[in-house]
């Protein structure tokens, strides 16, 4: 049973309302938009990211015999509804923006138009996806603007909230700007570039720290990154320095093509290091570092000039850690052709179809205008169709698209909007008349609850 | 191919290190400890959970055909290194403390012993599992301290990072103490109490807001909980007694036996609610309130006597919001019959096998030693044997029965530890003499390279 394509991975809220549609016989066309509500502290941006995973799991979406058995057996829903289940596929459509897109808050990256059973079923999965990647994607590209230019290196796996959240993280990252990942699974699954140095176990189950240099540069002769730091880092440089010769007079062909620290003052390390690499004829030994680090410490290390030529993100990267959460949800914005809005306090949102239309100025973003589906507006519409009865309507892009995708749209940001923390002035998104006229038109048909709450 | 077992879940530097270690001969007895090495802030106490899901991923380990052709034909590893895979299975042994014990920093929670190569490619995805739900179950205890008594739901699996994370998230706050999930798979799975209610959707799906909760209840008859604030939550609960009044007269047996708020002023909302309720004759109908709630939240509306039965919690448990990643690491503790230690800067371990003994003092854990593996020490060890030989030694316990023991260690807390803020005086964490003695005579083997550093 793969993890990956239960359509039990739903709230139980999901079952029981689709009771109620299928009791009913609620099967209209439902509208639902996913978006997020407002930016979390220091972020400028979004980047959308996931699309490929809700796509897949849409055109997968059925109920197992062993998942009907459940549902049969459970005890928590009336006789007759898991035959209900049986039939149950996506047939809708998926109007999305392309992943790597940059967004803002109130503005649809996804939208499901489905009979109300499938639309309302697919939430609690789509949102895990969505958010998940586009949360991670966002954290990584602020990472990318930090270290201008360097390689930057997924490396969040053990500390990943599950296997998911690895194999995902390192996706998003990588379209996000990163060069790769250290984990496996992702180089076999999706393909991704995949690095790797040592641990300090490996020196530790050696007795003599130049003994491990050696064995493990013979063991890899190729790609060999030697870990500086398990005991003192300058010191272990000198052992890389003396083994590069020792090969050197074997003729034996191996180099040292890099060195990772992972702990201390990594500006002065990295700066010692370089000098007595440089000084012993490693010039082409590159510095890798990691260790506890975020875009803050990147962008230090990168403004002060250390020598590092790459850096590996671990827990930071992969669980986002300064913001784990996007204030993401998928809202019923029609039903049955009317606009749907939910006033709830302070959760208010905008109905109807939507359509995001972003305008640039001198080739960089400037503004974003929100409006309903079908309002001509200035600028370029972000939002597509993707899919159609339930099947996608395009082969699923390459990485390698949608990093370059990323790439561009991150090059368009004005440079207020590359930085680490709030800008003065946000990216200006604005809501068009239409929609505002939709908004009111909503309310007044709904009127008597806002009159009587007075 | 399950998301689960895959043996290249891991990092790539695990498998170019079991390259050295096949190539060399290296495989002798190492001896890895998993453990944290600070408590984040605000946290008096962790929680360990996650034992169940890494025992069986050691006893499941192995390369699948598909993976081995995979390492065979991605050339990042020499020719014949997928020989070695093919026959590499889990051996060794596991001691672990219990599924719901507290435990404070250094102490580990797991050891693993076993031949160099096993030992070492496991890092990954065992930290990967250990360390998320023990970083959920610490967080989810600290809601059921702060919630004292009240029904505690998990609602995170849309915001959880992935689908393992929404599942795993559900088992840990679980065993910690929550009363259940709304993630229907962690019922099929794992027979976890799942939780549903309704959602906005289903409301703005009607024209009218009393024929929604008339279809919802007339659907769910046995346990229906109405959700009042799609547009105004007073009004709402006013419609929520007019039907119950109606179905009370048409006398079909059909009671309203919840509500749920999700926004606005929760402490006011709900004693008003409240209030309408008992004048409407549905003092048993219970109020439920969600909405990006959190332990802080939880305690306030509690402190504040607000008439509220139950918590929806979901964003800020799953993730562990406000500390989403713990300092846990798996580190060497002995080779070859050697105890080994790590010194690098900031982040130096103790060497060697360790046992971890809690003292009691009026009923109350009082203080734990660490100290080196059968050295006497007062208290009770924590640390037992689960595993021999690669397989376990006991059956799975139930999750009753890590419930139940959760729930004594968090009553045997000390009560300055409840609370949600850093105590002023942290719990006391011993090291033994025989412990420092170990790590002096450790420095000593190595002792040249702390001299060369001056």
Redesign the interface.
């Given at each position: 049973?793969?993890?990956?394509d239960?359509a039990?991975?739903?709230?139980?809220?999901?079952?029981?309302?689709l009771?109620?549609?299928f009791?009913?016989g609620?099967r209209e066309t439902?509208v639902?938009e996913l978006f997020v509500r407002k930016l979390p502290a220091n972020r400028n941006f979004l980047m959308a990211v996931g699309l490929e995973q809700a796509l897949t799991f849409l055109e997968q979406l059925r109920f197992s015999e062993e998942?009907l058995e459940?549902v049969e057996k459970?005890g928590?829903f009336?006789r007759g509804f898991a035959a209900h289940l049986a039939s149950l596929r996506f047939t809708g459509e998926v109007h999305a923006v392309p992943e790597g897109t940059i967004f803002l808050p109130n503005e649809p990256i996804l939208r499901v138009t489905a009979p109300?059973p499938e639309a309302?079923l697919v939430?609690?999965?789509l949102?895990?996806?969505v958010?998940?990647e586009t949360?991670i994607a966002s954290k990584a590209a602020r990472g990318v603007l930090a270290a201008s230019g360097k390689l930057l290196v997924d490396?969040g796996?053990?500390?990943?909230?599950?296997?998911?959240?690895?194999?995902?993280?390192a996706r998003a990252s990588y379209i996000a700007g990163y060069a790769g990942t250290?984990?496996?699974?992702a180089?076999?699954r999706m393909g991704i570039p995949?690095?790797?140095?040592?641990?300090?176990?490996?020196v530790?189950?050696h007795?003599d720290?130049s003994a491990a240099f050696q064995?493990?540069a013979?063991?890899?002769p190729r790609d060999t990154v030697l870990l500086l730091?398990?005991?003192?880092t300058?010191?272990a440089a000198h052992k890389a320095v003396a083994l590069a010769s020792r090969f050197k007079e074997r003729g034996n062909g191996i180099h040292i093509s890099g060195v990772r620290l992972?702990?201390?003052d990594l500006a002065a390390l990295a700066r010692n290091v370089r000098r007595i690499l440089d000084e012993g004829g490693l010039g082409q030994t590159t510095i890798f570092a990691s260790g506890n680090l975020d875009e803050y410490a990147m962008r230090e290390l990168t403004a002060a000039g250390a020598p590092i030529d790459g850096f590996g993100v671990g827990?930071?990267l992969v669980?986002?850690?300064d913001a784990?959460?996007?204030d993401?949800v998928?809202?019923?914005q029609e039903?049955?052709g009317?606009p749907?809005?939910?006033?709830?306090?302070?959760?208010a949102t905008w109905p109807g179809r939507k359509q995001v239309f972003r305008n640039l100025r001198d080739g960089r973003f400037d503004h974003d205008i929100v409006t309903v589906e079908g309002d001509a507006q200035t600028g370029s519409p972000l939002l597509v169709q993707v899919m159609r009865n339930g099947r996608r309507l395009h082969a699923p892009e390459s990485l390698q698209t949608m990093r370059e995708r990323a790439a561009a749209q991150l090059a368009s940001l004005p440079e207020r909007l590359k930085t680490l923390e709030a800008a003065t002035t946000p990216y200006r998104v604005e809501i068009s008349p239409a929609l505002h006229k939709l908004a009111a038109q909503v309310d007044r048909m709904?009127g008597e609850?806002?009159a009587?709450?007075q």
């Open positions: 049973m793969s993890l990956l239960s039990l991975l739903t709230d139980l809220y999901q079952l029981t309302m009771h109620g549609y009791t009913h609620m439902a639902f998942d459940w459970s928590k009336p109300m309302q939430e609690s999965r949102m895990n996806l958010h998940f949360l490396f796996l053990r500390r990943a909230h599950g296997a998911e959240a690895g194999l995902l993280g250290a984990t496996v699974s180089a076999q995949i690095f790797g140095t040592m641990a300090h176990s490996f530790q189950a007795d720290e064995r493990f013979e063991a890899y730091d398990t005991y003192d300058e010191i992972d702990s201390g827990s930071s669980t986002s850690s784990p959460v996007l993401a998928y809202k019923l039903y049955a009317k749907r809005r939910k006033r709830s306090t302070g959760k709904t609850i806002p009587l709450c």
